[in-house]
């Protein structure tokens, strides 16, 4: 399998209208995703809502690649009811950088969006409740990223919430 | 002095995470005036194992055990989603006979999800009979997932390629009876509840979540159907042989929690029609595809999602052409769904909170990973 | 007959409906068969199948190991809890195993390991009743695997 380069209607119709949508539309083991730049995204996702009718948001998550200049990969998984389609949209921050949140275009990213952050830091501007969701408050570190160990915790926490001398 | 002391402001009240009626370790911040709700908020993570982390630092078989224990009351259900995207992601297809044995113990394993949520549901809202009656046939079921696989909850049950264990020589005798029998005990479930006033009462009008707002929220499953949306994903975008038998999507149309018991009854229904056909049909054949014992998949990322009791469940692995997948990413139904908790209890009596938390169907093992 | 549905009127007052479910009730008192388990007099059946306690079997004829030491249950394992400690011997040319650790406290009793065994020395046996008073206890030796766990039985 390889990655092939797809490209109907919607990638015209895309390409018309986002003149910066980045990267090819391609075709991976029968997904089709292609890459757009962060800024565009709430008015990508709003414009193939209404006028695309891809308004399920299935997932958003990220991916952690440390030796790319630009660090994280946001993954927007989107479904058509009227289609019967998937469609997946990635995006590629930066670690200092601050993605538009796309809460306003789908009120289900919020949640996903604070885990976003909450495992991987990625604060995104514009969010009504950006705050960790699945980690207490206070915690230091964001697990998924590729530098965190996997029997990595924040200690200070640890023996000030639990009263132990660490988890392990 | 008198009006200060009678002052009604908002009131904040803890449903702390140790409930008898949250399912698990949740914890549900409500804002109430007098009795009434005015907006919940929730706390997760009191479950939160790390699962996804651990999914980069195991192979892709070792990391099947694991994936069983996060809806820890549908294991079956979580390792067919997990086979079937790795199985994607290396191009390989498990042969027909293992598909057939998939299909009946997924769909048995939905039965008994429901009966679980049933009993527990019930039990939420008073109706303490219909537990002991849901746990007697939920007990049949995990009999024979212990004959099959030697475990009955975290099963472990399918294997990357197909099946590891062949079906066991009293398998088809005892499905068809566990299905011969549960009819007439979904009726006797029935006869206990769905003409029972209270019953009808505690719980039309309460929870109401209408199909825009279930898009909105991305919320799938049971409570998508009841809202009115025809969708499944086992009829839009089959898998595991699913286009072979023959069987309907229940759907109700207002949206509120009894319309979500009857799906999910409903859908108790046509999950033993299933099983029937498929029991009908077992092909004979080997169990397992031929795939390396070292699976290294290529570069290359896949999502494929199911339709867990839960809702879609869906599983996206990143593969960078190593032993271990580079990220696993699980996309879980109940956190998804547990969002739009807040947009239904607006309005609602305490009391209310309970039954609509109830009826979201969630599993903390699932919204926490 | 009055303009009004009289049997739903009925029903209302006389409590029909809830009479329905407790007839369910009633209809249920004294199954024909009854589903609990009087636990520690009588000790449940389970499946041959049954992931529990692990054991290394003993080749009946000769009173020696069945396993050859080559380390796949200890890789299979999710959570590498199992340590082989073998030495080759000069004079077959085989390994022999010397120890077997496993630690039962992090085990989920997958089965990995059982089904990685080339030849069935590891087995996961149909005991579940494997509390220990340490957790130094829950590791269990090669002595222990062959034998099996002797919970003290009360009479």
């Known amino acids: 399998m390889a990655v092939t380069p797809w490209s109907s209607p919607l990638t015209e119709r895309l390409s018309d209208r986002f003149t910066y949508v980045a990267g090819e539309f391609s075709t991976y083991a029968g997904q089709r995703f292609f890459t757009a730049t962060s800024a565009i995204l709430p008015a990508l996702l709003e414009y193939l809502k209404t006028d695309e009718s891809f308004d399920f948001l299935v997932d958003l998550t990220a991916v952690d690649y440390p030796q790319r200049a630009q660090r994280f990969e946001l993954v927007y998984i989107l479904y058509s009811y009227r289609l019967n389609e998937r469609l997946r949209i990635k995006s590629n921050v930066a670690e200092t950088e601050k993605p538009p949140t796309v809460t306003g275009v789908f009120a289900g990213a919020n949640w996903l969006e604070r885990e976003a952050f909450d495992m991987f830091g990625i604060e995104f501007a514009g969010h009504p409740d950006m705050r960790r969701i699945l980690l207490p408050d206070e915690w230091q570190g964001h697990p998924l990223r590729k530098d965190y160990g996997i029997t990595q915790m924040d200690n200070d926490w640890v023996r000030e919430n639990l009263g132990i001398d660490s988890g392990q | 002095m008198a009006t200060t002391f009678l002052d009604s402001s908002e009131l904040v009240l803890n449903m702390g995470p140790q409930h008898p009626s949250t399912h698990g370790v949740l914890r549900v911040i409500l804002k109430l005036d007098g009795e009434k709700v005015i907006g919940a908020e929730c706390v997760i993570g009191y479950l939160h194992r790390g699962v996804e982390k651990i999914g980069e630092n195991r192979t892709y078989q070792l990391f099947a055990p694991y994936v069983d224990r996060m809806d820890y009351v549908s294991a079956v259900s979580n390792g067919l989603g997990y086979c079937l995207a790795v199985e994607k992601l290396i191009g390989a297809e498990a042969p027909p006979r293992a598909q057939a044995a998939r299909v009946i113990l997924t769909e048995l394993n939905r039965v008994a999800s429901h009966l679980l949520w049933l009993g527990t549901h019930a039990l939420d809202i008073g109706a303490i009979t219909p537990l002991f009656y849901t746990m007697r046939e939920r007990e049949e079921v995990l009999k024979i997932f212990e004959n099959y696989c030697g475990a009955r909850l975290t099963t472990h049950a399918f294997r990357i390629g197909g099946l590891q264990y062949e079906l066991y020589d009293e398998f088809e005798e005892q499905v068809k009876t566990f299905c011969d029998e549960f009819a007439g005990k979904i009726d006797e479930y029935e006869e206990l509840l769905t003409g029972n006033r209270i019953w009808v009462d505690r719980l039309t009008g309460v929870g109401i979540l209408n199909a825009e707002d279930c898009k909105q929220y991305g919320v799938t499953g049971p409570v998508l159907r009841a809202s009115g949306v025809v969708w499944d994903v086992r009829k839009a975008q089959p898998y595991s042989g699913y286009d072979r038998y023959d069987f309907d999507v229940p759907t109700r149309r207002n949206g509120d929690t009894f319309d979500r018991y009857f799906v999910r009854m409903a859908e108790m229904r046509q999950s033993v029609r299933i099983i029937l056909q498929a029991i009908q049909q077992i092909p004979d054949g080997p169990i397992m595809a031929r795939i390396p014992k070292v699976l290294k998949p290529p570069p290359g990322e896949v999502y494929v999602s199911i339709e867990a009791p839960k809702g879609e469940l869906g599983y996206f692995i990143v593969s960078d052409g190593s032993l271990r997948p580079y990220r696993v990413r699980v996309r879980p139904p109940s956190f998804v769904n547990l969002q739009a908790l807040n947009k239904m209890v607006k309005g609602a009596l305490i009391a209310d909170v309970v039954a609509i938390i109830g009826t979201i169907d969630i599993v903390l093992g699932e919204v926490d990973r | ?155």
């Not at chain 3, 007839?23 to 009588?42: A, D, G, L």
């Not at chain 3, 009946?60 to 999710?78: F, H, K, Q, R, V």
Request: aromatic content about 10%.
């Open chain 3, 1 to 155: 007959m009055f303009g009004f549905p009289f049997i739903r009127v009925l029903r209302a007052v006389f409590l029909m409906d809830l009479l329905q479910g407790l007839w369910v009730t009633f209809r249920n008192q004294n199954p024909s068969k009854i589903y609990t388990e009087q636990y520690p007099t009588e000790r449940p059946k389970v499946s041959e199948r049954y992931r529990g306690a692990p054991r290394l079997n003993i080749n009946p004829d000769n009173g020696e190991t069945l396993c050859i030491s080559c380390n796949l249950c200890a890789l299979a394992c999710p959570e590498n809890l199992i340590v082989v400690g073998s030495e080759r011997n000069e004079q077959t040319r085989h390994k022999d195993l010397i120890t077997f650790t496993y630690d039962l406290s992090r085990c989920m009793f997958c089965g990995l390991c059982e089904d990685a065994c080339p030849v069935d020395a590891l087995e996961l046996t149909q005991d579940f009743e494997l509390a220990s008073y340490t957790r130094e206890g829950a590791i269990w030796d090669r002595q222990m695997l062959e034998e099996g766990p002797h919970p003290a039985r009360y009479k």
